[in-house]
């Protein structure tokens, strides 16, 4: 029995008034419109391709990197045939302090095969990972649901359509009419912000603004401010960018500094503005321009004044979160800052989500997507121009006779790559890989001295021992929610804390008894410790992405890492 039907047997002994059966999850039904639509299960494939090239991208290249501890040969269990998932994890990957600006080709491969693995161990403790890459493969979705989202939702495709509009009017912002590269070789002046809010709702308010401009291919000046949205900020922002109502309650409210950062940062002879997933952030500040004008209607009837304090235009708006996906959409199942960032420059974000990192960030992804479309202009001869970018961003077909890069008629996205081979579904061998709870027999039996017989009693009586708790049901795969804040932490913890849950609730239905001078609570923590099961030196079938850079002539979707390289030596000369 799994754990839905383990958790109706105890209910069906127990007082349906409870209501403990809305307590745990139950079971998944198949659907066929899931090939088409969102699903919520994962399909587990009949027919299990057999895809040999894991193995030899292992044997040839993988293994063949050595010194490091999460990555290449180190990441394999003595003798060399399974991946110890001990050393799997974005957080184990960020010791390796990895350069790729000085990284063979073979050790980018290496770092990219850990990640890969860190992005499909979404169930352990410290894997991290996430099980979109289960969810959304081409047995439910023919792209990744952020894309989906991003780039071809009605909403999106209105919101598009109408900044094509303006785009293509000439006598609209002849300003945008300028290469993005000038003669020296710079990127053309820009300013890079990004806000950190009391939440991710409509009504949410600023925390932080952080704001760098570059001018002539260097950083000029740069702003960052704690703000004051007068009303608490919620325990659950906090535990994302860290900052509390009392490190904020002395300092200045946006609608104070909002005069400031339009006159000294976000002016025109600053240059473009450019902001990762623009439209939240840039409708955040326009709000605040709004409040400003509503309160100085004197200060407006001045010229100048009333033009510099207007707000921002969408449409003339940088965006490398849009223009990324349009180019690598199946680069990673998230497409978040830090999780795109990392794909592309084999690196965690150093203090991400604080808004000044995350501005750092941006303008590394800025840049990576700017040399790679001006890298993939037809007319070698100039540049491309800031408005071509910009028509390239919101999904023009027209703009293609300039960019040799095909969008999907539907979809919009770089038509070269495709999700296989992207992705794989493939036999992978593994070892210390967290699979689900399960008491065992001989393990409850040994566990008598520390939680009394009468307990171990229990635990049998109510089947909680030799029950598999996992994320399966029914030959599907249950959707989890993707976080969760772990009490008392500023961390969130991933699809583990769904079966860790559901574990729980099933030691609840046991009715454990204090014993030996520790509760309830430390008896049935106990329990839980000790129904970890891991596989080792199994062969498990996860999809997961393909990192061979031998099948990008196929589609499989990878950075440019001349263009990566490139931009991680700028931003060390920095």
Request: aromatic share 10%; proline share 4%.
């Amino acid at each position: 029995m799994r754990i839905t039907q383990v958790a109706f047997e105890n209910i069906k002994q127990k007082t349906f008034g409870q209501n403990r059966m809305s307590s745990v999850q139950t079971p998944l039904m198949p659907s066929f419109k899931q090939q088409t639509g969102l699903s919520n299960v994962y399909y587990l494939p009949q027919f299990q391709p057999n895809f040999e090239g894991i193995s030899k991208l292992e044997t040839n290249v993988i293994k063949k990197v050595v010194g490091h501890e999460y990555i290449g040969l180190g990441i394999f269990t003595k003798g060399g045939n399974y991946v110890d998932c001990k050393k799997i994890g974005t957080e184990l990957l960020s010791k390796e302090n990895f350069n790729i600006a000085k990284a063979t080709d073979e050790e980018i491969t290496a770092y990219r095969y850990s990640l890969a693995f860190a992005e499909m161990y979404a169930t352990g403790k410290h894997g991290g990972g996430t099980t979109w890459v289960q969810r959304y493969n081409p047995k439910n979705r023919h792209s990744p649901l952020a894309v989906s989202h991003s780039l071809s939702s009605k909403k999106s495709r209105k919101f598009f359509g109408e900044n094509l509009k303006l785009l293509k009017n000439k006598s609209l912002s002849a300003s945008l009419d300028i290469p993005i590269i000038d003669n020296n070789g710079n990127l053309l002046n820009r300013v890079v912000f990004d806000t950190e809010t009391t939440g991710t709702k409509a009504d949410a308010s600023i925390v932080q603004l952080a704001i760098r401009v570059f001018k002539d291919g260097k950083p000029f000046k740069e702003y960052n401010q704690l703000v004051n949205p007068k009303i608490p900020i919620p325990k659950e922002a906090t535990a994302i960018h860290g900052i509390t109502t009392a490190m904020v309650r002395d300092k200045p409210t946006i609608l104070e500094k909002a005069s400031e950062i339009l006159h000294e940062y976000m002016v025109k002879k600053n240059g473009i503005i450019s902001a990762y997933n623009a439209i939240f952030d840039v409708l955040k500040f326009n709000k605040a321009i709004r409040k400003w004008r509503y309160a100085n209607p004197e200060k407006l009837k001045n010229d100048s004044e009333n033009r510099i304090m207007k707000q921002k235009d969408l449409y003339k708006v940088l965006d490398p979160y849009i223009i990324v996906q349009r180019i690598h959409p199946f680069l990673g199942a998230k497409k978040k800052l830090g999780n795109q960032y990392h794909w592309l420059f084999c690196k965690n974000m150093e203090n991400a989500h604080d808004a000044m990192a995350d501005v750092k960030g941006t303008d590394d992804i800025l840049k990576y997507c700017l040399y790679y479309l001006d890298k993939h202009r037809v007319d070698k001869s100039k540049h491309l121009t800031l408005r071509e970018v910009l028509l390239f961003q919101n999904g023009d077909l027209d703009i293609l006779e300039k960019i040799d890069i095909p969008l999907s008629k539907v979809k919009r996205f770089n038509s070269r790559v495709k999700f296989n081979p992207s992705y794989r579904n493939l036999s992978l061998n593994v070892d210390n890989y967290f699979d689900s709870y399960l008491l065992k027999k001989e393990t409850v039996e040994q566990l008598g001295d520390l939680i009394g017989d009468i307990n171990v009693e229990k635990l049998h009586k109510n089947n909680v021992v030799e029950q598999k708790v996992d994320l399966t049901q029914s030959g599907y795969k249950q959707a989890p929610n993707e976080t969760k804040l772990i009490p008392g932490t500023g961390k969130y913890e991933n699809a583990h804390y769904k079966m860790e849950d559901n574990m729980r609730k099933v030691i609840g239905f046991a009715e454990l008894e204090p014993y030996g001078g520790k509760t309830k609570e430390e008896i049935e923590e106990i329990v839980l410790e000790n129904s970890e099961n891991y596989l080792h030196e199994k062969n498990i079938q996860k999809w997961i992405k393909n990192v061979n850079p031998e099948d990008i002539k196929d589609g499989n979707d990878l950075p440019d890492d001349e263009i990566t390289r490139r931009v991680m030596r700028e931003a060390q000369e920095e």
